[in-house]
Nanobody, 130 residues
Framework: QVQLVESGGGLVQAGGSLRLSCAAS????????MGWFRQAPGKEREFVGV????????YYTDSVKGRFTISRDNAKNTVYLQMSSLKPEDTAVYYC???????????????????????WGRGTQVTVSS
């Protein structure tokens, strides 16, 4: 059983930066595809980005490309989401999630699908003021 705990959220002005962290425990962290999702009030949860375990390939949704970067430190069992040039529309609760390679098969479709992820954190709030 993998436990995930996000941290680093907060209030930031538009154009600012934040780095979210997701600490994992209870499993072999390096064997999981680590994804980030977000959910804004009144909206459905959406895929933000993912780092594939087997080759550290990263994949982002179009709205954050060039602004967000995912990295991971397997020694610390932690994955990061560096967010820059933040916009008010980035305001949401951000969740990290872990998926086994067998669930995602490393494909774009499955990597961005929330149902591929078996383990989820409780989320951290990010609020971007205009």
């Amino acid at each position: 059983q993998v436990q995930l705990v996000e941290s680093g959220g907060g209030l930031v002005q538009a154009g600012g930066s934040l780095r979210l962290s997701c600490a994992a425990s209870g499993g072999t962290f390096s064997n999981y595809d680590m994804g980030w999702f977000r959910q804004a009030p009144g909206k459905e949860r959406e895929f933000v980005g993912v780092m594939r375990w087997r080759d550290n390939f990263t994949y982002y949704t179009d709205s954050v490309k060039g602004r967000f970067t995912i990295s991971r430190d397997n020694a610390k069992n932690t994955v990061y989401l560096q967010m820059s040039s933040l916009k008010p529309e980035d305001t949401a609760v951000y969740y990290c999630a872990a998926a086994s390679g067998s669930a995602t098969l490393g494909t774009y479709y499955r990597l961005r699908l929330g149902g591929s992820y078996a383990y989820w954190g409780r989320g951290t709030q990010v609020t971007v003021s205009s």
